[in-house]
């Protein structure tokens, strides 16, 4: 038989394959509509609460800085974020929690929708029939209007007759009048709830435009005048709707990544509580709660699994798309997939600490950060409405008082001049490139933590890497040595308090029960303790070692000496990683300078860089001396790339340029590093390095295209050259262009 909720296999008689099958079965359908966004609100430290939700309408960076500015206007209100790409505000204040509704009431008086994390695709794809409903009303009274239109266009009413032509033209308005109302409505709407409330966007120069055109035109009719726009402000609507429309989808399209993470934080999970399966909320679950998780469903939050054996897809976190084994005793984490057996799981996050929710966050950050063209974008769409509505007013001054043109014909031009200046092409030149870029990197599991990350990986021209769990594999294991089994346990015991490769190692290699010691840690030496009346201590050769053992061995070391004697010296072997002679020669030949920096001895530093490929190499280099190193280097004009641990090359890290760090999934949210990669090669630092590069590219490319479009578009406006009907088609032509150059980025296969 098989499970009535999640489709597995099933003993004889039974219809569910686990309890949380069978909770889940019988709790569909009972989940009501939220009563109020202000229940989803989480709660931080100091009485600040956070409330994160979906929001439908952004359109350019403008729409993101009013939304912005309205809430942080609100004195309770601590931040205010707004995330285009991902169609995310999130915003935190100070006081009741119950004060999160009326924050997104606010956003809903300025015209922008807000839902349910987990509705986005519900409200995107409502929205979308929607514009395909508008755009069929428009595109059928288009077509039935031009069969007037030609009449009107090919003779004059000398011709046909005064009557025939004022029959034609409100034939016309019949048509477009009702057409304009419902077509229009989602831009109408928008102008309508912003203007309401003292702001303005994009959508209130198009809606001015159409107003304007229809009410001319009506005027005319009454007035038996010669021309009328009804033709004109329907065609108007058609294309703008269609460039709306197409944006959405492209934008839709490059959201995709990130929008398949957020969902994976939605949703209900089942906790197994005194013998009972319940669902709850996955942003309820909290540490130490045990859930269920049937075959082929999603794992809800991070955690370690009690029961159970199963196949995992962890290719969200790592990018491997080979399945892994999981047992008692195993992490495994939010979002990733369950593919073999039913689980059950002891929660270790809570759901908005989870390595997902980390991962999601970083996402944001990459797309919306502070990038020197993310700034510049945000600052011109700032000039946009003053600059957009002076200038329809001017042109419509200068055509009908210093040209003398009919009211008419200079109303016309400054129609055009408010459709054609749009600032949608320069609003998404930055964002559309970043969202993709840093989604393709997350599928090969490369996660930028820094916005400006990119912009200057595309920089570097020096590529320095630390040696230890970086250019090697970073797990050492212990060599069979002269040492006394007392010796390693107590230097196991201390070593269990470090995490430096070689102390991990040292701790991994002893079996039985380790001591409780109070050790203290000195920066770039070692370990040490006091333990009945001794003083141990485990480190380097110089600090604790004896300096005149032979050192003309390449093993790894660690010496262990009692009261400043050394007792042993605990040697160690290291890989480096498979592909790191490939990786550091794809780097030389592509003329980057490739460097070795390590706190290990010459002898050992020198080996490694030989079997790497490396020539310039620094070895015995302590945290301070590695961050001079660095600052040396980048006094000499030098762009540094710092690939190290992450952790315990921190500050040196924070030196460079810019950093990467190889990191297990479990060590994200500690990183330091302005990029962190999984797995086990290096072969993500090329990949990074050539997105990087060309994302740097298309960016420059799209603010080009953007700049252009307007400096041709809108003097050709002014001028008179354009109709409003070709504006409406250049408008959305130029954010289109736009998208669609970012998304040659997806055309190259980069590294893997």
Known sequence: MSCKHCGADTSAGQDFCCPGCEAAHAAAGTLTENTGFSRLATESEGGTYTLTLGVEGIHCAACIRLIENALLSEEDVTHARVNMSTERVSMSWQGERARGDALAEKVSKLGYRLHLLDMGREVADEASKALLRAIAVAGFAAGNMMLISVG???????????????????????????????????????????????????????????????????????RHGQHVYFDSAVMLLFFLLIGRYLDARAKGKARESAANLLSKLSGMA?????????????????????????????????????????????????????????????????????????????????SDKSLLSEIVRLMETAEQGGARYVRLADKAAQLYTPVVHAMGALTFIGWWLVMQAPWQVSLLHAVTVLIITCPCALGLAVPVVQVLASGKLMRTGILLKSGDALEKLAEVDTVVFDKTGTLTLGKPKLNPGDYSRADLRIAASLAVHSRHPLSKALANAYDGDLLDLRVTEVPGKGLFTEFEGWVFKLGSRAWCGDVSAPVDDTSLELWFAADGSPRARFTFSDQLRDDALDVVAALRSAGFDVRLLSGDRQIVAAHMAEKAGITTLKAEASPLEKCEYLKMLSQSGAKVLMVGDGMNDAPALASAHVSMSPSSAMDITQNTADIVFQGDRLGPILAALDVAGRSGKLVRQNFALAVLYNLVAIPVAVMGFVTPLVAAAAMSGSSLIVILNAFRLNLGKGHS
């Open 152 to 222: 009107l266009w090919t003779t004059d009413a000398t011709t046909m007759g005064m009557a025939t032509r004022d029959l034609f033209h409100w034939l016309s308005a019949l048509i477009a009048l009702p057409t304009v109302l419902y077509a229009g409505r989602p831009f109408f709407r928008s102008a309508y709830k912003v203007l309401r409330e003292g702001h303005t966007n994009m959508d209130v120069p198009i809606s001015i435009a159409v107003i304007l055109a229809c009410g001319m035109s009506v005027f005319e009719a009454i």
């Open 270 to 350: 089942v906790v197994y509580e005194n013998g009972r399966a319940t669902q709850v909320p996955i942003t309820e679950l909290r540490q130490g709660m045990i859930v269920l998780v049937a075959t082929g469903e999603t794992i809800p939050a991070d955690g370690v699994v009690q029961k159970g054996r199963s196949d995992v897809d962890l290719s969200l976190i790592t990018g491997e798309t080979v399945p892994e084994v999981i047992e008692e005793g195993s992490e495994v984490f939010a979002g990733t997939l369950n593919l073999s057996a039913p689980l059950q799981i002891q929660v270790s996050k809570a």
